[in-house]
C-alpha cells in the first residue's frame, strides 16, 4: 500500500460489494469506516461480517460524514448518478459502480460536477487493471497480432428473477446498461491501435417480457477509422455464461476466454502462424488491482486510465446505441432530497 489507508463508505449492502470493495480494501490495507442501507438491519449484519467500522443512518449521511474520504457505490443503476453527484458536491472522491449515470445527460452532469469539485471519480471498470486484458493490449502493441482487424465481445449471462431491479425501466435496467457496457467499454480501449474510437454502425436488440423498454439482449456493430469492426453483444436471459474477449488481427488473434471474471478463468488463448498457446495470467481478483490503481492515484498521484470524461463517453455510446435499436434512454431517478 501507498500512504496512508483510503478512509471508505458503502453505499447500499449490494451482493457485489464483499468481492468489489470489502475483499480489495482488506488485501490492500484500507479502512471501510461507514455503510448505510435502506434497511439498518441489513447494514448492520454487512458491517459486522465484513468487518466495517460503524453504520450510519442513511445514504445522505453517509456522503456527509466528515471521516468518509472515498464513496463507493454500487446501489441501482438508476440511483449511481443521483448519489454520486450527491459524493461530489460533499467534496469526496467517488468509485462508483457501472454504469456511472442512468443517460447521457446525467453523465454530463457529473462530469460538470467533478471539475467543480476537483475530487477524483472513476466508473468501476475493473477488468482493465487485471494482467488479462493488459495482455491483450500488449499483443497489440508489440505486433504480434498485427494491425487490430476485428473485434467481438460477449457479456452473456442466465436470466436474474423478474423482480430484480436489473429489469426495471425506471432505475435504467437493461441488459446493455448492466453487462453490455464491459462490451462496449473493451472496444473503447482499442482505439490506440485502431487509429481513434469506434463509432457505431448499427445497433439490434430484443425486449424483455414483462419489462416495456427494458432489453433483454442488444448487438451492437462497430467501425473503427482504420476499418477494423467491431461486435458487441449482451445477453442478460442466455443459456449459459459467457463474457470472452476476441481480438483478431492481420497475423493472428487471442481471445480472453472470461475478460471480467479473471479470478474465475484467467486464460489468454494466442492463435498465430506460429502455434496456438494459452496464457494464464493470474487469479487475483481485478477488483483488487482496481483499488490498488485508484489508491496509488490518490496517495502517489500515480495515472489512472478511468476518468469522468470516460464515463461520459461510454454513456453517450450507450444511448447511442439504445436509439438505434429502437430503445428509449434510460431516465433519471429523481435526486436525493437531502444532502
Same mark, same amino acid.
Given at each position: 500500500?501507498?500512504?496512508?489507508?483510503?478512509?471508505?463508505?458503502?453505499?447500499?449492502?449490494?451482493?457485489?460489494?464483499?468481492?468489489?470493495?470489502?475483499?480489495?480494501?482488506?488485501?490492500?490495507?484500507?479502512?471501510?469506516?461507514?455503510?448505510?442501507?435502506?434497511?439498518?438491519?441489513?447494514?448492520?449484519?454487512?458491517?459486522?461480517?465484513?468487518?466495517?467500522?460503524?453504520?450510519?443512518?442513511?445514504?445522505?449521511?453517509?456522503?456527509? =460524514?466528515?471521516?468518509?474520504?472515498?464513496?463507493?457505490?454500487?446501489?441501482?443503476?438508476?440511483?449511481?448518478?443521483?448519489?454520486?453527484?450527491?459524493?461530489?458536491?460533499?467534496?469526496?472522491?467517488?468509485?462508483?459502480?457501472?454504469?456511472?449515470?442512468?443517460?447521457?445527460?446525467?453523465?454530463?452532469?457529473?462530469?460538470?460536477?467533478?471539475?467543480?469539485?476537483?475530487?477524483?471519480?472513476?466508473?468501476?471498470?475493473?477488468?482493465?487493471?487485471?494482467?488479462?486484458?493488459?495482455?491483450?493490449?500488449?499483443?497489440?502493441?508489440?505486433?504480434?497480432?498485427?494491425?487490430?482487424?476485428?473485434?467481438?465481445?460477449?457479456?452473456?449471462?442466465?436470466?436474474?428473477?423478474?423482480?430484480?431491479?436489473?429489469?426495471?425501466?425506471?432505475?435504467?435496467?437493461?441488459?446493455?446498461?448492466?453487462?453490455?457496457?464491459?462490451?462496449?467499454?473493451?472496444?473503447?480501449?482499442?482505439?490506440?491501435?485502431?487509429?481513434?474510437?469506434?463509432?457505431?454502425?448499427?445497433?439490434?436488440?430484443?425486449?424483455?417480457?414483462?419489462?416495456?423498454?427494458?432489453?433483454?439482449?442488444? =448487438?451492437?456493430?462497430?467501425?473503427?477509422?482504420?476499418?477494423?469492426?467491431?461486435?458487441?453483444?449482451?445477453?442478460?436471459?442466455?443459456?449459459?455464461?459467457?463474457?470472452?474477449?476476441?481480438?483478431?488481427?492481420?497475423?493472428?488473434?487471442?481471445?480472453?476466454?472470461?475478460?471480467?471474471?479473471?479470478?474465475?478463468?484467467?486464460?489468454?488463448?494466442?492463435?498465430?502462424?506460429?502455434?496456438?498457446?494459452?496464457?494464464?495470467?493470474?487469479?487475483?481478483?481485478?477488483?483488487?488491482?482496481?483499488?490498488?490503481?485508484?489508491?496509488?492515484?490518490?496517495?502517489?498521484?500515480?495515472?489512472?486510465?478511468? =476518468?469522468?470524461?470516460?464515463?461520459?463517453?461510454?454513456?453517450?455510446?450507450?444511448?447511442?446505441?439504445?436509439?438505434?435499436?429502437?430503445?428509449?434512454?434510460?431516465?433519471?431517478? =429523481?435526486?436525493?432530497?437531502?444532502?
Amino acid at each position: 500500500m501507498t500512504g496512508e489507508p483510503l478512509r471508505i463508505g458503502v453505499l447500499g449492502a449490494a451482493r457485489i460489494a464483499e468481492l468489489s470493495i470489502v475483499g480489495p480494501a482488506r488485501a490492500g490495507g484500507h479502512r471501510l469506516v461507514a455503510v448505510a442501507a435502506r434497511d439498518h438491519v441489513r447494514a448492520t449484519a454487512f458491517a459486522q461480517q465484513h468487518g466495517v467500522e460503524r453504520v450510519v443512518g442513511s445514504y445522505a449521511e453517509l456522503v456527509a =460524514d466528515p471521516e468518509v474520504e472515498v464513496v463507493y457505490n454500487p446501489l441501482a443503476n438508476g440511483l449511481h448518478g443521483p448519489w454520486n453527484l450527491a459524493a461530489l458536491a460533499a467534496g469526496k472522491h467517488v468509485l462508483t459502480e457501472k454504469p456511472s449515470a442512468s443517460n447521457a445527460e446525467e453523465a454530463a452532469e457529473v462530469h460538470e460536477a467533478v471539475t467543480k469539485a476537483g475530487t477524483v471519480f472513476m466508473e468501476g471498470f475493473h477488468y482493465l487493471f487485471h494482467p488479462v486484458t493488459r495482455r491483450l493490449h500488449e499483443l497489440l502493441e508489440r505486433g504480434e497480432l498485427g494491425e487490430l482487424r476485428h473485434v467481438e465481445t460477449v457479456m452473456a449471462m442466465p436470466a436474474p428473477s423478474d423482480s430484480d431491479p436489473r429489469w426495471s425501466f425506471p432505475l435504467a435496467g437493461g441488459a446493455l446498461m448492466d453487462v453490455g457496457c464491459y462490451a462496449l467499454h473493451a472496444q473503447r480501449m482499442l482505439a490506440p491501435w485502431a487509429g481513434g474510437a469506434p463509432r457505431l454502425v448499427a445497433a439490434r436488440g430484443g425486449e424483455h417480457p414483462g419489462a416495456p423498454g427494458v432489453d433483454e439482449w442488444l =448487438d451492437a456493430d462497430l467501425e473503427f477509422p482504420n476499418g477494423a469492426t467491431g461486435n458487441a453483444r449482451c445477453h442478460m436471459a442466455h443459456d449459459e455464461l459467457q463474457f470472452s474477449c476476441r481480438i483478431v488481427g492481420s497475423q493472428g488473434e487471442a481471445t480472453a476466454v472470461n475478460f471480467v471474471q479473471p479470478h474465475v478463468d484467467d486464460r489468454v488463448v494466442v492463435c498465430t502462424a506460429a502455434g496456438e498457446r494459452t496464457e494464464e495470467l493470474g487469479r487475483r481478483s481485478s477488483y483488487t488491482y482496481q483499488l490498488d490503481a485508484f489508491a496509488a492515484h490518490l496517495r502517489a498521484g500515480a495515472p489512472l486510465a478511468l =476518468d469522468a470524461g470516460d464515463a461520459l463517453t461510454t454513456m453517450r455510446l450507450i444511448d447511442d446505441c439504445y436509439r438505434a435499436a429502437g430503445f428509449p434512454v434510460r431516465p433519471r431517478t =429523481d435526486p436525493p432530497t437531502t444532502v
